[in-house]
């Protein structure tokens, strides 16, 4: 039996396309930091014949851009729905990929992250699964040199990383604490998970030889409970005491049952004194867990 040109199916069999006429197109449009929205004149748009939404986004802009499909089944009540988030770089062309929460969409928000941005779009229907949930979200932040003081003066005891140097794959599933430099000092994480970080640091030579520890302190803001066992976080550290320059590393694991969870990086020196500590680089990885 011939195939079906542009099917790739040789048995001739017949085959959801691959996706549907466009939804929606725009050029030029503003992404604020409030968000521009496509709710086609507050009519939304039918998706029930589709597994998934494709959004394809220009960023004219040198700001990211954040994408927000609002689902909800034809029907039900406009403030029940759903939402996931995925960002374009500035400067970049990208395509996403969402599956499919209901039949209908009520709008697509599109917000500039931390200004605005300039955007060309179109979305469409699609037939196309997107990866796997085993696929990480992902956070790297590049640190800066910091003081650290035995007593501690002001916030000096956090880790401190560039604010303007966030590399990410989906800016809505982290947000920050800063100090009063604008540095971050406190990653903050809005979805559950199983999260996995580990932070490369380096202290620098001092003129004494002091006790030195550095932990990844990671917390719910709530006991959360596995197979009958309660649990809130975890601190582990690395420890040395030594007058020379030291670099190394330290990592956790954490389930987070609900949103809401802490990241920390703490320097600490055990006896009064000052060193300087730079957390050279950070890693925090999200991956989804069924029963959370």
Not at 58 to 79: K, L, M
């Amino acid at each position: 039996m011939a195939a079906i040109p542009g099917t790739g199916h040789p048995d001739g069999e017949d085959r959801a396309m691959p996706h549907g006429e466009n939804l929606s197109i725009g050029f030029s449009k503003n992404a604020t930091v409030g968000g521009f929205i496509d709710d086609n004149s507050a009519a939304g748009y039918h998706v029930a014949a589709y597994r998934s939404l494709v959004v394809v986004v220009r960023n004219r802009g040198t700001f990211p851009i954040v994408v927000t499909p609002r689902w909800r089944f034809y029907d039900a009540s406009a403030n029940v729905y759903s939402e996931s988030s995925k960002t374009v770089a500035a400067g970049a062309r990208t395509r996403l990929l969402f599956q499919n929460e209901a039949d209908f969409i009520d709008q697509v928000k599109f917000a500039g992250s931390g200004g605005t941005s300039l955007f060309d779009y179109y979305f469409v229907g699609s037939n196309l699964d997107p990866l796997p949930l085993s696929k990480p979200d992902w956070l790297l932040l590049q640190g800066l040199l910091t003081n650290v003081t035995n007593p501690v003066v002001g916030d000096n005891d956090h880790g401190k990383f560039d604010a303007t140097k966030v590399l990410t794959n989906d800016a809505s599933d982290w947000s920050f604490v800063l100090d009063a430099g604008g540095n971050i000092k406190e990653v903050d994480v809005t979805r559950a998970g199983l999260y996995v970080s580990y932070c490369q640091f380096k202290w620098a030579a001092a003129g004494a030889a002091y006790d030195r520890t550095t932990l990844l302190n990671f917390s719910a803001d709530h006991v959360m409970t596995y197979n009958g066992v309660t649990f809130i976080g975890m601190s582990p550290d690395d420890r040395i005491k030594t007058a020379d320059a030291y670099d190394s590393f330290v990592g956790a694991m954490l389930p987070l049952d609900a949103a809401n969870g802490i990241f920390t990086i703490q320097p600490n020196l055990a006896a009064v004194g000052n060193a300087n500590f730079t957390p050279v680089y950070w890693w925090i990885h999200r991956y989804e867990l069924s029963g959370l």
